[in-house]
């Protein structure tokens, strides 16, 4: 199983590289290694799993973060409605987006990242993302809400871009115009 000792931290230079695509079909290896991601972001939401094995909580991680330089990312999330979402993704796509933003009103944190950075992470509101998922089945969602904000995190990682890069450095609580603050 994946724990913390296996994520990197900011300043390991994998965090800054562009991840590789996977090649199809994926390697038994390749698929492996995403199944442990997701089931990491599972473990680290349940109470007891992630306080017996000291996992930080988060509901999406990339596999640059375990020093895998390839374009693959899990996500276990709840939408809006309290729907919980499942993901578990190779070579994933922004394949369009609103001119809309949003952002998560308490700013965003990063299981490569051990310090709080406050401020607003400027995001685009909806996305549209083509992705390829672990049983090689291609797929086209249309996201909203914070799964449209941990997509774009995640996919960040894989072209080396941390959530701080978005922070406005002269006023890092600015409210992007036309956006839409998420609690
Ligand atoms: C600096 N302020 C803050 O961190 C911050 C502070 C307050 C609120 C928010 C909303 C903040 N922001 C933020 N909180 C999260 N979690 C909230 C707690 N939760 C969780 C925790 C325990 C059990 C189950 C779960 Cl579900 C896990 C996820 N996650 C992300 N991000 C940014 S997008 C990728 C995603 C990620 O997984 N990061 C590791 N941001
Ligand atoms: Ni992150």
Known sequence: MITMENIIREGHPTLRKVAEEVPFPASDHDKDTLS??????????????????????????AAPQINVAKRMIAIYAQDEKGVQHSYALFNPKIVSHSVEKSYLTSGEGC?????????????????????????????????????????????????????????????????????????
Do not use: C, W
């Not at 007891?48 to 999406?60: A, Q, T, V």
């Open 36 to 61: 442990k991601m997701l089931e990491y972001v599972k473990n680290s939401q349940d109470p007891e799993i992630s306080k017996k094995y000291g996992l930080r909580p988060g509901i999406g991680l």
């Open 111 to 183: 299981l490569s990242v051990d310090r709080a950075v406050p401020g607003i992470v400027p995001r685009y509101a909806r996305i549209r993302v083509k992705a390829t998922n672990i049983e090689g089945e291609k797929i086209d969602i249309r996201l909203k809400g914070v799964l449209a904000i941990v997509f774009q995190h995640e996919i960040d990682h894989l072209n080396g871009v941390m959530f701080y890069d978005h922070i406005n450095s002269e006023n890092p609580f600015q409210e992007p115009d036309n956006a839409i603050a998420i609690d």
